[in-house]
């Protein structure tokens, strides 16, 4: 049976917006130790702006077109960002098949061709050679045409302003390592990482690579800690549900994401989970 106190608890979490799905939960967040997170959408806003056009062989707007006609399979904010750069909109119709590769990208039959959009992995994958050697600040989309280089787009994020307090936050709440897991490029995952002190930062994951890293970081635990991890949902479902305490993002979240978290930050605010652990600390000293 959970101690009354734990409701009180509870109510106090959900009073600053963050929806703890049981007592259990409330006892673990109080030993966090170790928090891992996603970089889209969880320590960056999650809403990318195209900054950079660069075509080969054809023209901007054809290039800006096929990735955004190929990228209508995917709901990833790299892919919204895109497709509001296009405008005016294209004709749907150019579009006859298409499907979304997780932690790689897209592809798509357009105008009747085979469009491929994503990142360097996924051209590597398909064996087409992107360029190389500008280093632009952002996440570069590169785009292929029948197997052909078509060239690439950067698209950039801003990291929240709620990023650095709460990551601050959680190390005086008594957390003892912060870790990024990205499937972003490692140059763009460890520019954010710096920036806002993490201990660990690892780059180019799949969905997977992810779940191995987490396997890891729970292995590597001491005593009585406990792990979190906290996430969007997208791309990292089954990290959610492996952690000892999964945090979804209620706002940007996937629905899927929501059920399947432990814990829901209802805004999206990273600062409430450092309030949520101070909080948890408190109700378990007064159970005990
Ligand atoms: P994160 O860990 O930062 O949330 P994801 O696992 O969601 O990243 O995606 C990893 C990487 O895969 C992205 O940084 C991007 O390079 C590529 N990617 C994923 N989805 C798409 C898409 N729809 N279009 C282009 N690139 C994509
Ligand atoms: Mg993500």
New binding site residues.
Partial sequence: SVPLSFFGGIGGASRVGVLVKGGNYLEALAKTGVVVM?????LTKGSFAVTRIRPVNCSEQELLEWAALA?QF?S?P??LS?RAACRPAPDQSRVTDGA?I?????KAVVDGRTVL???EK?MEVNHIRAAQGEKPAG???HVAVDGAYAGYLVVADQIKESAAPALKALKEAGVRRTVM?????PAVAQAVGQQLGLDQVHAG?L?GD?VDWVERLLQEKRPGEQLVFV??G???APVLSRADIGVAMGAMGSDAAIEAADVVLMDDDLSKLPVAVRIARKTLAIVH
């Avoid at 997780?102 to 897209?106: R, S």
């Avoid at 897991?181 to 490029?185: A, I, R």
């Fill in positions: 996603d970089k889209t959408g969880t990228e995917s990833h790299i892919s895109i979304e997780a932690g790689h990208g897209v959009a994503g990142n996924w996440t570069v989309v897991l990205t499937g972003d490029d994951l969905p992810k996430g969007d997208i791309n990292d």
